[in-house]
């Protein structure tokens, strides 16, 4: 059974850091596609960071250079460090992986909060 469980959101202030980590589990972790998503009060979903299968790693321009995600196959585990934090990052954050067409997989979220 694919499990992925987030961890790490917190409330910061503009400018802050926050590390944000997935631990994941029924899945071998080098085969499939894994990122991150984020979902806003009233918005829709969408894409942060993901690593595909032959390790390259994608992050939309809006957040280059303040977000950087990597993982740890042995542990499992997928991190999203997000640096300079901007009150529009405040979001649910999710991890995820895509194990096929049409075959998604969500971990609960992680709230991030970022104030002035």
């Known amino acids: 059974e694919v499990q992925l469980q987030a961890s790490g959101g917190g409330s910061v202030q503009a400018g802050g850091s926050l590390r944000l980590s997935c631990r994941a589990s029924?899945?071998?972790?080098?085969?499939?596609?894994i990122g991150w998503l984020r979902q806003a009060p009233g918005g829709q979903r969408e894409g942060v960071a993901c690593i595909t299968k032959n390790n390259g790693t994608y992050i939309p321009d809006s957040m280059k250079g303040r977000f950087t995600m990597f993982s740890d196959s042995a542990e499992k585990t997928m991190y999203l460090q997000t640096n300079n934090l901007k009150i529009e990052d405040t979001a649910v954050y999710y991890c995820?992986?895509?194990?096929?067409?049409?075959?998604?997989?969500w971990g609960q979220g992680t709230q991030v909060t970022v104030s002035s």
């Open positions: 029924g899945f071998n972790f080098d085969d499939h596609v």
């Open positions: 995820a992986t895509r194990q096929g067409p049409g075959k998604d997989y």
